[in-house]
């Protein structure tokens, strides 16, 4: 007799065919576990074990929850008899939603809770009175549709809340394949509403069932692959279930799962958006530009407007509809997909104009960007646009596809318009910024090379696509030289100014930094990271604006107090929410000993700062954060004191965390690199640049900056940034008597040093 276990375990199925054999062979095990329950035949009669939500619709995914009702005529034993019905499947170690109820309670919760009516909707009886279930599955399907705008108005509030909560499937780089826009949750919800009389094409509904036979498909693998529930489709699982949802890549994988999201969520959008119109409608036609008008709330085009003529009328009707918050009617936008030319090389005049005044439309912009590359229209602007479509990043760094992102950063560039001098550069910049993600190689090269047609194509000045260049050249450098270099060092100024050589790049280079990291996600923008870009733009400012860094002291620590503290010749130990001062005479290691104690307290080093003098004393100044939120500093203190007085056993009290620690998740599709040093004698002019990326550990800023130590180098500066499961930190060293590392060899083996400290040959 076939199990559940058996076709978990058949992959030579997989996808709706599973779930259909998967729910089959539960409802065979549970007609036994109920006869087994119930000896009394005739009491059978009164009750009927009903299967409803997603095991109703026989879409068991192989770890999915079993939804049960168990429906009676007032059996007065009930409670011992659905205990004999439950148990089993749970000692089968299976998740169970289960109720027990009397047709008359079912019914009248079906009126007023809606995750009981849209259980019942698809509903099924498993075993029992197949008359009393049939019955009160037809009387709750006659509520639903009795009570069908009541519902319909429920079930579209769940789906903006779902958004606001899960994101998008298309875009995400991690969806949520269940509960996110655009997932099999709304096409559950569509469904649903149908069957309470939302209207739907056929071609609409056979679309929808292609979607879900592909989101089972991957429901199905993920389960397999994990061994357990996830709707989370993460970066590090991607790879693995690509194949056995029968795709050949991961990237295959997550294009297919993007496209369908698309699909969804435009079937979806427009099908709500016929049951709540919008507050202006009037059928009086309101013209919003030539050949496009305003209809019952919707952007129109002209029935007699030549599509196949003019090539930037899609622009037009695009910039209508952001500007206004409306939808492209499905008529007209379909006529547009049909009929819209592909874009001639120029383009004509003033088209470039069109397209700066839709992205300057902003954040209302993206959905109607999303309604144009529906139809494969944008790719009739830009054919590179193609390559970045769906295009997933394989890391944890960003939260979305390549394609939303660009998206994305165009709308919070539009934020910080008022900053900048050309906001019209500011955002083609924004979209042209990493459209070599697409393409083989250096995505910053390619880029440019990219952008070399595209500005030529559009009919940009030559000046203007100088900047543009410039700025998809740069577009790391803030970033990167604001969290890995010295902003006291004459050098870093010199290094930016040379390279973006006007203030009106520098501004426009700093609210593009501001609006890439915001789109790229969470850990990409912070507090920190903002003061640091504004302190680095100010500084290069000056510079630019004929300013003599001679004129200027840069240097940012140790300020007046630090300078007090370390007169008094003693350990010293000053707190702040978010950082640790530390004063103690000048012994080597002692910049590691402070990283190893906060590393025992898992605090994440975002940066820090060392400083000695010529009297032996020596300061340092790490910031910090932590995932449990507000630091108790008391305890950290006391073994800061110990650790720096030789009297902690720092390196095996990190051994035995190390040993503990629970593994990280990865964050990234790519396992991390192995370790590497870099040198640099350009990057400072009084100290050696020392970079290392390294896979991300317990105590690995402590191993680096010991194995620095041990190597006889002061450490004057240094930061430290984590990408995901990897960190790269950056130092600036001096050899002991204060000069810049000039012997090769010396180089090589403090680079052995840093390597075997972090387990390399």
Same mark, same amino acid.
């Given at each position: 007799?076939?199990?559940?276990?058996?076709?978990?375990?058949?992959?030579?199925?997989?996808?709706?065919?599973?779930?259909?054999?998967?729910?089959?062979?539960?409802? &065979?095990?549970?007609?036994?576990?109920?006869?087994?329950?119930?000896?009394?035949?005739?009491?059978?009669?009164?009750?009927?074990?009903?299967?409803?939500?997603?095991?109703?619709?026989?879409?068991? @995914?192989?770890?999915?929850?079993?939804?049960?009702?168990?429906?009676?005529?007032?059996?007065?034993?009930?409670?011992?008899?659905?205990?004999?019905?439950?148990?089993?499947?749970?000692?089968?170690?299976?998740?169970?939603?289960? &109720?027990?109820?009397?047709?008359?309670?079912?019914?009248?919760?079906?009126?007023?809770?809606?995750?009981?009516?849209?259980?019942?909707?698809?509903?099924?009886?498993?075993?029992?009175?197949?008359?009393?279930?049939?019955?009160?599955?037809?009387?709750?399907?006659?509520?639903?549709?009795?009570?069908?705008?009541?519902?319909?108005?429920?079930?579209?509030?769940?789906?903006?809340? +779902?958004? @606001?909560?899960?994101?998008?499937?298309?875009?995400?780089?991690?969806?949520?394949?269940?509960?996110?826009?655009?997932?099999? =949750?709304?096409?559950?919800?569509?469904?649903?509403?149908?069957?309470?009389?939302?209207?739907?094409?056929?071609?609409?509904?056979?679309?929808?069932?292609?979607?879900?036979?592909?989101?089972?498909?991957? =429901?199905?693998?993920?389960?397999?692959?994990?061994?357990?529930?996830?709707?989370?489709?993460?970066?590090?699982?991607?790879?693995?279930?690509?194949?056995?949802?029968?795709?050949?890549?991961?990237?295959?994988?997550?294009?297919?799962?993007?496209?369908?999201?698309?699909?969804?969520?435009?079937?979806? #959008?427009?099908?709500?958006?016929?049951?709540?119109?919008?507050? #202006?409608?009037?059928?009086?036609?309101?013209?919003?530009?030539?050949?496009?008008?305003?209809?019952?709330?919707?952007?129109?085009?002209?029935?007699?407007?030549?599509?196949?003529?003019?090539?930037?009328?899609?622009?037009?009707?695009?910039?209508?509809?952001? /500007?206004?918050?409306?939808?492209?009617?499905?008529?007209?936008?379909?006529?547009?997909?049909?009929?819209?030319?592909?874009?001639?090389?120029?383009?004509?005049?003033?088209?470039?104009?069109?397209?700066?005044? !839709?992205?300057?439309?902003?954040?209302?912009?993206?959905?109607? !960007?999303?309604?144009?590359?529906?139809?494969?229209?944008?790719?009739?602007?830009?054919?590179?646009?193609? %390559?970045?479509?769906?295009?997933?990043?394989?890391?944890?760094?960003?939260?979305?596809?390549?394609? +939303?992102?660009?998206?994305?950063?165009?709308?919070?560039?539009?934020?910080?318009?008022?900053?900048?001098?050309?906001?019209?550069?500011?955002?083609?910049?924004?979209?042209?910024?990493?459209?070599?993600?697409?393409?083989?190689?250096?995505?910053?090269?390619?880029?440019?090379?990219?952008?070399?047609?595209?500005?030529?194509?559009?009919?940009?000045?030559?000046?203007?696509?100088?900047?543009?260049?410039?700025?998809?050249? $740069?577009?790391?450098?803030?970033?990167?030289?604001?969290?890995?270099?010295?902003? %006291?060092?004459?050098?870093?100024?010199?290094?930016?100014?040379?390279?973006?050589?006007?203030?009106?790049?520098?501004?426009?280079?700093?609210?593009?930094?501001?609006?890439?990291?915001? &789109?790229?996600?969470?850990?990409?923008?912070?507090?920190?990271?903002?003061?640091?870009?504004?302190?680095?733009?100010?500084?290069?400012?000056?510079?630019?604006?004929?300013?003599?860094?001679?004129?200027?002291?840069?240097?940012?620590?140790?300020?007046?107090?630090?300078?007090?503290?370390?007169?008094?010749?003693?350990?010293?130990?000053?707190?702040?929410?978010? /950082?640790?001062?530390?004063?103690?005479?000048?012994?080597?290691?002692?910049?590691?000993?402070?990283?190893?104690?906060?590393?025992?307290?898992?605090?994440?080093?975002?940066?820090?700062?060392? $400083?000695?003098?010529?009297?032996?004393?020596?300061?340092?100044?790490?910031?910090?954060?932590?995932?449990?939120?507000?630091?108790?500093?008391?305890?950290?203190?006391?073994?800061?004191?110990?650790?720096?007085?030789?009297?902690?056993?720092?390196?095996?009290?990190?051994?035995?965390?190390?040993?503990?620690?629970?593994?990280?998740?990865?964050?990234?599709?790519?396992?991390?690199?192995?370790?590497?040093? +870099?040198?640099?004698?350009?990057?400072?002019?009084?100290?050696?640049? !020392?970079?290392? /990326?390294?896979?991300?550990?317990?105590?690995? !800023? $402590?191993?680096?900056?010991?194995?620095?130590?041990?190597?006889?180098?002061?450490?004057?500066?240094?930061?430290?940034?984590?990408?995901?499961?990897?960190?790269? #930190?950056?130092?600036?060293?001096?050899?002991?008597?204060?000069?810049?590392?000039?012997?090769?060899?010396?180089?090589?083996?403090?680079?052995?040093?840093?390597?075997?400290?972090?387990?390399?040959?």
């Amino acid at each position: 007799m076939t199990t559940r276990i058996d076709v978990v375990n058949d992959f030579s199925i997989g996808g709706v065919a599973a779930c259909h054999a998967l729910s089959d062979v539960t409802d &065979a095990w549970l007609q036994d576990v109920f006869k087994a329950a119930i000896s009394d035949e005739k009491k059978r009669d009164d009750i009927v074990l009903i299967a409803v939500g997603g095991y109703g619709r026989r879409e068991l @995914a192989p770890h999915s929850d079993l939804d049960i009702l168990l429906v009676h005529k007032s059996v007065k034993n009930i409670a011992e008899i659905a205990s004999k019905i439950w148990y089993p499947i749970w000692d089968a170690g299976i998740k169970l939603g289960h &109720a027990v109820r009397t047709p008359k309670e079912t019914i009248q919760l079906c009126s007023t809770d809606l995750d009981t009516a849209t259980a019942l909707v698809t509903a099924r009886v498993i075993a029992g009175n197949q008359k009393l279930g049939d019955d009160l599955i037809s009387e709750a399907s006659a509520s639903w549709k009795k009570n069908g705008r009541q519902w319909l108005v429920h079930l579209h509030s769940r789906v903006i809340e +779902r958004y @606001a909560k899960d994101g998008e499937v298309a875009f995400l780089l991690e969806p949520n394949l269940k509960e996110g826009l655009g997932g099999l =949750r709304d096409i559950h919800a569509l469904q649903w509403a149908v069957d309470a009389g939302l209207e739907l094409s056929i071609d609409d509904r056979r679309q929808l069932s292609v979607c879900n036979e592909v989101l089972l498909g991957v =429901r199905v693998a993920l389960h397999r692959h994990l061994g357990r529930a996830s709707e989370i489709l993460r970066l590090e699982d991607q790879a693995p279930v690509a194949p056995m949802a029968g795709f050949t890549t991961d990237d295959a994988l997550m294009a297919a799962v993007a496209e369908v999201g698309r699909e969804v969520a435009w079937i979806s #959008d427009e099908a709500w958006a016929r049951l709540d119109p919008p507050s #202006d409608r009037s059928a009086i036609p309101q013209p919003l530009a030539p050949g496009v008008q305003l209809i019952n709330g919707e952007v129109h085009l002209d029935e007699a407007v030549n599509i196949a003529d003019d090539p930037t009328l899609l622009l037009r009707v695009a910039t209508a509809a952001a /500007r206004l918050g409306a939808r492209i009617d499905r008529a007209s936008l379909n006529r547009l997909g049909e009929s819209s030319p592909q874009w001639p090389n120029p383009w004509p005049a003033g088209a470039s104009d069109d397209l700066v005044a !839709l992205l300057l439309e902003g954040e209302s912009a993206i959905p109607v !960007l999303e309604s144009l590359d529906q139809r494969n229209l944008l790719v009739r602007v830009l054919p590179e646009w193609a %390559s970045v479509r769906s295009k997933p990043q394989r890391n944890a760094f960003h939260r979305y596809t390549v394609d +939303r992102h660009l998206w994305q950063t165009v709308a919070n560039a539009v934020e910080l318009i008022h900053r900048v001098a050309r906001p019209d550069l500011l955002v083609l910049a924004a979209l042209f910024h990493d459209l070599g993600k697409g393409y083989p190689g250096d995505h910053t090269e390619v880029g440019i090379k990219l952008f070399a047609d595209i500005g030529t194509r559009m009919g940009l000045p030559e000046s203007d696509q100088r900047i543009i260049s410039l700025l998809i050249e $740069h577009h790391l450098l803030l970033a990167d030289t604001a969290t890995r270099r010295d902003l %006291s060092d004459d050098a870093t100024i010199t290094m930016v100014t040379g390279h973006l050589q006007s203030t009106v790049v520098l501004d426009l280079l700093h609210a593009l930094t501001q609006a890439d990291s915001l &789109a790229t996600g969470p850990s990409a923008w912070s507090d920190w990271k903002a003061e640091l870009v504004a302190l680095l733009v100010e500084r290069s400012r000056h510079v630019l604006g004929g300013g003599d860094m001679t004129e200027v002291m840069w240097r940012l620590f140790p300020d007046a107090s630090v300078l007090e503290l370390m007169a008094t010749g003693e350990i010293a130990i000053r707190t702040q929410p978010d /950082r640790v001062t530390v004063v103690s005479p000048d012994k080597p290691g002692t910049f590691s000993r402070v990283a190893g104690v906060l590393s025992l307290y898992n605090m994440d080093v975002l940066g820090a700062e060392a $400083h000695s003098d010529e009297q032996g004393m020596a300061a340092s100044e790490f910031r910090v954060s932590s995932q449990h939120g507000e630091i108790d500093w008391a305890p950290i203190e006391e073994n800061l004191k110990l650790a720096l007085s030789g009297r902690l056993a720092l390196d095996s009290r990190l051994a035995d965390r190390a040993a503990n620690a629970r593994p990280r998740r990865a964050t990234s599709a790519v396992a991390p690199a192995a370790p590497t040093v +870099r040198f640099d004698d350009t990057a400072s002019s009084n100290a050696t640049f !020392l970079e290392v /990326r390294a896979p991300d550990m317990v105590g690995v !800023l $402590h191993r680096i900056t010991k194995a620095i130590a041990d190597s006889g180098l002061d450490i004057r500066h240094a930061r430290v940034l984590t990408l995901g499961n990897e960190v790269v #930190d950056s130092f600036y060293v001096r050899e002991s008597n204060g000069g810049r590392i000039s012997d090769d060899a010396y180089k090589n083996e403090i680079s052995r040093a840093i390597l075997h400290a972090l387990g390399e040959k």
